[in-house]
């Protein structure tokens, strides 16, 4: 764990683009000052900048469109599985995959076309196959020959589906998500792929309109994912190849992940080397969609020792698990002093060691009451939200250009003991 630079410039270079420091000293994100927000709905909270998600979602669109012409995008909605991020997805003209029946129902209540819905799961189960089918799901991703004999059974009509490859590509991050190497749980290895592809070839109900992969995610090289394009290409022609997400994030000032137009370029350039020129190309990235431009706000509640010395806030691993998860390495700055300081432990409230957000980060002077921000917190924060110690799940508001609305409310006690039964 090193950090190696903490200026101001550097510091607003991990938070979404178009963030400033006021003259007073105070962070601003989405037009917005971090304080007036956390004045208004209190912390944690979480802001997301509405117009750079957007403005970002049409850069990759444009990107892929260029690398690619017959070639769509859709989001993958476990990054942040919120009505609103469903509603702004589907306003920007891209489809969503969804994992589960929860995030069917939120991409369908948030106004995703169902013909623009990808369905994911190594184990779906026979309610959520049927919610699919009922919603008219586009593409039905098949993990397994469980799948094929659930749908078989269970399709009245013609449904189009693909089907999950294991390539046999580790690429370089966490072992939780890498998804692509030999042993995963994800997908049907080559020689079971293949068997696969012959007994949907003759299904009459289920018609296969390609393959999909995805290797993993918060990958920070271009290679595997060609690497990956390659692993599938010896299973025969198809009309559609989807080649996952898995686009890595700079979470910290080390990190350097492709941009979007090299990623791209690299599926497209193994695309153009082994698939068929007229296939449709699908990408399906979460994370690099939204982390980038999603921040969390705390408040310093308690700040003690010297060596280390602990800043404790009023938040932790009840609503950021990357870092007791993977051990994400995160930065952070106080709201109105952005920028050097000493390094401290930036710890959470709730009762595990593990519940750090972030060791070693350098903040300055940091005090109780302070407003503490963490960048890059967009994707998978939301996600895992969580009610360890009695938490309430904060507030999600979408800022943009100086003005925040509400898109998730704060949980309240009520609702945390909404689903106890009384005692008869
Ligand atoms: C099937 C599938 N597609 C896409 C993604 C998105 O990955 P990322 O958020 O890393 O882009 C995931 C994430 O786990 C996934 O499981």
Redesign the pocket.
């Known amino acids: 764990m090193t950090t190696t630079a903490e200026s101001t410039t550097e510091l607003l270079g991990l938070f979404p683009p178009g963030s400033r420091v006021d003259p007073d000293g105070e962070l601003v994100v989405g037009g917005c000052r971090l304080a007036g927000l956390a004045a208004e709905w209190g912390t944690p909270l979480y802001v997301i900048d509405e117009a750079a998600v957007r403005a970002h979602v049409r850069r990759v669109r444009r990107a892929l469109g260029a690398a690619w012409p017959d070639s769509r995008m859709v989001f993958?909605s476990?990054?942040f599985p919120v009505t609103a991020m469903y509603r702004l997805m589907a306003e920007e003209g891209i489809g969503v995959?969804v994992?589960g029946a929860g995030e069917l129902a939120m991409a369908l209540a948030g106004g995703v076309d169902p013909a623009r819905i990808i369905v994911?799961g190594n184990a779906k189960t026979p309610a959520e196959l049927r919610m699919a089918l009922h919603a008219r799901a586009g593409l039905i991703v098949i993990d397994n020959t469980d799948d094929i004999e659930a749908l078989e059974e269970l399709a009245d009509g013609e449904q189009p589906v693909l089907l999950r490859v294991l390539p046999g590509v580790r690429p370089d991050t966490y072992d939780a998500?890498a998804?692509g190497q030999a042993g995963s749980k994800f997908g049907l290895p080559l020689p079971a792929a293949r068997a696969a592809i012959a007994r949907l070839r003759r299904s009459r109900k289920l018609r296969l309109d390609g393959l999909h992969v995805?290797i993993g995610?918060?990958i920070l090289s271009a290679e595997p994912f060609a690497h990956a394009v390659e692993a599938i290409a010896g299973l025969g022609e198809f009309r559609t190849y989807d080649l996952?997400?898995?686009?890595g994030v700079r979470y910290t000032y080390a990190d350097c992940p492709p941009s979007p137009e090299d990623w791209i370029g690299a599926l497209a350039g193994a695309a153009r080397q082994v698939l068929p020129s007229g296939a449709e190309l699908i990408i399906?990235?979460?994370?690099?969609l939204v982390a980038p431009f999603g921040v969390t706000v705390y408040r310093v509640v308690s700040v003690k020792g010297d060596d280390p010395r602990f800043v404790a806030v009023d938040g932790g691993m009840a609503d950021n698990m990357e870092v007791a998860l993977y051990g994400q390495r995160f930065e952070a700055t106080v709201t109105s002093r952005v920028g050097g300081g000493s390094r401290v432990e930036l710890v959470g409230r709730h009762c595990e060691s593990g519940d750090r957000l972030v060791s070693g980060v350098a903040l300055r002077d940091a005090r109780p009451g302070d407003l503490v921000a963490v960048p890059v917190t967009g994707?998978y924060c939301v996600t895992m939200a969580n009610n360890y110690n009695g938490a309430l799940r904060p507030p999600v508001l979408f800022a943009r250009d100086g003005q925040s609305r509400l898109v998730v409310r704060r949980e309240t006690l009520a609702d945390l003991m909404s689903r106890d039964v009384p005692p008869a």
């Open positions: 993958a476990k990054a995959d994992a994911h998500v998804t995805h995610s918060q996952g997400g898995g686009l399906e990235p979460g994370r690099s994707a």
